[in-house]
């Protein structure tokens, strides 16, 4: 299996690359290996896939690179796939279904080492999913090992079995286990959800010192988290003999009931559970049953809601032409189009006998010369009115306007619509051709253009409810991507005053009160930079949705992270003690600038170019539940400074018009006015408090770094919740010195009861202004900067 070009699997052709590829660095572990393994697993695995709509985490450059998460299948899938679309907000996402052993080696070829799926099965019932099954997350926190979980699994057996219920246990291939249970009879997601919430909160108020049910990391020390949650009907959780990306190619292994009384219980590698199988078979066997897929297909009519027809569940059947929407704006009597009698028709090849899709660009003078696009799919052709043409130069975007479906015959149409009716107006053909697809989505399509005046990659990107951008893309090989942006630096701006700036050459944008931070994504590797270069990508995770939501190719964007109130404001302190605390808030990426997009470096394009693109995809934006294009700010500056006080703003960021993106570089070009003052400073030390406080901090040291050493600046001991306090406290014990950090001498009441730390924690205050001896006056704590280190002050 280490080489060749295709492997024939149970009569199914796979293209088959990059073997030799190591996948898991630590164990040597190969692509051929992973194939392998999904090959041989297949026959007890598909049993508890089937069903399932499988999302896929994949890892194309090894676990010690950044995997991402694929739900929609990419155009390349295999026609054999089964499939199952589900509607999500404002779109269906395509899933495969797992059916077969090739669908798993095609898995094991993109690298998908982990497959996640729901605990309910398709065809759904039409209002909602129903679970046949059970499953509880067994989290061990910190310094809790695997034999502890699965003490907590024996308790859980125990309950499950007094409900009627069968228990099976799971090593989960990472730091814990999963436990399943099967429904004889199908319940709901909620119910379901309640039932392993009951489990949870039950166990843990009898064993408060070992089991935890809260999601707050905080409290996981020490204990096991049972996490009730995966039964919603929007959760998946591995999969049963999945593998994971882990250092070490582990397997979410079933287990028998004395293993867990083992003492030496630990994950096993996938090598040791193929032995298993072939040695004992599927320990699940009694979990899941394989169900007739075929027969248990969803009709498209079964698929459909009852508001309007558009479809909850909806599975792909085989494509139906429908052109009724054409068909009513026009009078077959009055006009000369066709009107898709031969739209069934076999179509003829192309003279150079290929048989790929045909594009035809028309030249359409309506009531304005615009050009009509049409890409050749499922029997109709697909069509968008482009007001300027396809864009010629990878540097231009232009507006596609979606247009109802046209029929084949289209294609060939010359003429004159008569004036008064629908498009009237002469129509010529400017070109035409065949096209190969490389991505068909319902918000983004990539196709490469065979024509005779016009060759190469478009990217079509849905931003709208009709509108799309347009965008030539760099023809293979694929550009590569600018050094500078490879560890790409924010551009910084001055503090200078901007009330007298006007909104002719100046815009204005709000200045948020969170965590500076570029977001990258190229050829699926999304990654999360501070200011200074810290990679905050596991800081915000949830963040990671953004890629998929957007739909985008390669891009790199410039914004906040903040964390907004139940009133709807930034604030910093609740986003800095996001972990620990019970305080509700909706975590925002603000996007204010763009860097590069699809192959293009936009870092020389003025501001005004940059802004408008971003306007442009700011509905492709808000499909996202994190990303948000905020709105400028009214000038002249003045207006700007007012409205952000009265919106609660941190300040104003001002940008000239012209300017061009200067990474890392603080310039004149852009200038910033804050409505309070705020100062990022290090701690070097504590005062533990006293009474209320007597078991923690009472307020903490500060400095700030100068050349010849750490200054103090004063201390702080407002601002600070409970949980801030204890999070601290266990913080900066292990950074406990026994010399003073500081250069200059402190005041005896001070020096004489404090803790010095390292310094290397970089906190933010708020405070009023300074005081005759260089001190912070009236300092309220805001939180740590995670993305700030004590050298970038």
Not at 6 to 25: A, E, H, M, Q, W
Request: include cysteine.
């Amino acid at each position: 299996m280490g080489g060749g070009e295709s492997l024939d699997i149970d009569g199914r052709r796979i293209p088959i690359t990059n073997l030799d590829k190591v996948l898991f660095p630590t164990t040597g572990t190969r692509k051929f290996e992973v194939i392998d393994y999904y090959s041989r697993i297949a026959a007890v695995m598909l049993p508890h896939l089937a069903g399932r709509p499988i999302t896929r985490k994949r890892w194309p450059n090894g676990v010690e690179s950044m995997p991402f998460f694929e739900k929609d299948l990419p155009s390349s899938a295999p026609d054999w796939l089964a499939r199952f679309g589900e509607q999500h907000s404002k779109r269906v996402i395509t899933y495969p279904l797992a059916t077969s052993r090739a669908d798993l080696v095609w898995f094991g070829q993109m690298a998908a080492l982990e497959l996640h799926t729901p605990q309910w099965r398709v065809p759904a019932d039409e209002a909602a999913p129903k679970a046949d099954r059970l499953v509880l997350d067994l989290d061990p926190g910190p310094g809790v090992p695997l034999t502890q979980c699965a003490q907590v699994a024996l308790m859980i057996r125990d309950m499950l079995e007094a409900a009627g219920l069968t228990a099976f246990p799971v090593t989960s291939g990472g730091k814990g286990m999963h436990l399943y249970a099967r429904f004889d009879r199908p319940v709901s997601p909620d119910s379901a959800r309640t039932v392993a919430k009951q489990i949870a909160t039950s166990l843990a108020a009898a064993h408060p010192d070992d089991i935890t049910a809260t999601m707050a990391k905080s409290v996981r020390t020490s204990k096991v988290f049972i996490d009730w949650s995966q039964n919603s009907g929007s959760k998946t959780t591995l999969a049963p003999y999945s593998m994971r990306g882990r250092e070490q190619p582990w397997v979410a292994a079933p287990r028998t009931w004395t293993e867990l009384s083992e003492p030496y219980l630990a994950q096993l590698l996938f090598n040791e559970v193929l032995e298993r199988v072939d040695s004992v078979g599927d320990l699940l066997a009694d979990l899941d049953e394989l169900p007739e897929l075929d027969d248990a297909a969803p009709t498209p009519e079964e698929t459909r809601s009852a508001s309007g027809g558009s479809p909850r569940w909806a599975p792909e059947p085989n494509p139906v032409v429908s052109l009724g929407e054409y068909r009513r704006k026009r009078d077959a009597d009055k006009t000369p189009e066709p009107f898709g009698d031969e739209a069934h028709r076999e179509r003829t090849p192309p003279e150079d006998n290929r048989s790929d899709p045909i594009f035809v660009i028309q030249e359409h003078h309506a009531r304005r010369l615009h050009y009509d696009f049409r890409l050749e799919r499922d029997g109709v052709l697909v069509s968008w009115a482009v007001p300027k043409n396809l864009p010629d130069d990878p540097g231009q975007n232009r507006l596609a306007v979606h247009t109802e479906d046209h029929p084949m015959d289209y294609a060939d149409f010359e003429g004159d619509i008569p004036a008064g009716e629908y498009g009237g107006g002469h129509v010529e053909i400017w070109d035409r051709g065949t096209y190969e697809t490389e991505k068909w989505r319902d918000n983004e399509v990539i196709v490469r253009l065979h024509g005779n005046r016009i060759q190469g990659r478009y990217a079509l990107i849905k931003t709208g409810d009709k509108n799309w951008l347009a965008h030539l893309m760099s023809d293979e090989p694929r550009p590569i991507l600018p050094d500078s942006l490879r560890d790409p630096r924010p551009m910084l701006a001055t503090d200078e005053s901007i009330e007298n700036l006007d909104g002719r050459d100046w815009a204005f944008e709000g200045k948020w009160d969170g965590y500076r931070i570029l977001l990258r994504y190229i050829d699926g590797n999304f990654r999360l930079t501070s200011r200074s270069g810290i990679d905050m990508t596991a800081d915000f995770a949830e963040l990671q949705s953004i890629a998929d939501d957007l739909g985008l190719i390669d891009v790199v964007l410039d914004g906040e992270v903040v964390a907004l109130d139940a009133s709807g404001r930034t604030n910093f302190t609740l986003l800095s003690a996001r972990n620990n605390t019970d305080e509700e808030l909706t975590l925002k990426f603000y996007i204010f600038d763009i860097l590069y997009l699809n192959g293009t470096s936009l870092l020389r394009r003025p501001w005004s170019q940059r802004r408008e693109l971003l306007t442009e995809l700011a509905p492709a934006f808000a499909r996202s539940a994190y990303a948000e294009v905020p709105a400028l700010l009214p000038g002249p500056g003045r207006a700007a400074v007012e409205e952000s006080r009265e919106q609660g703003y941190e300040g104003v960021v001002a940008k000239r018009r012209t300017s061009t993106y200067q990474q890392g570089r603080r310039t004149t070009q852009w200038l910033k006015h804050k409505n309070w003052s705020d100062i990022e400073v290090v701690v070097g030390g504590y005062r533990p408090g006293r009474g209320n406080r007597a078991h923690t901090i009472g307020s903490l040291l500060l400095g700030l770094p100068e050349d010849n050493g750490l200054r103090y600046v004063g201390r702080v001991g407002t601002g600070f919740t409970d949980a801030q306090l204890r999070s601290l406290a266990e913080e900066l014990e292990p950074l406990r010195i026994n010399r003073c950090p500081f250069v200059d001498k402190l005041d005896r009441p001070v020096a004489s009861s404090a803790v010095w730390v390292l310094p290397k924690i970089v906190g933010e205050v708020r405070f009023m202004d300074w005081t005759t001896t260089g001190h912070l006056r009236h300092p309220s704590w805001r939180g740590i900067r995670r993305d700030k280190l004590p050298g970038d002050l």
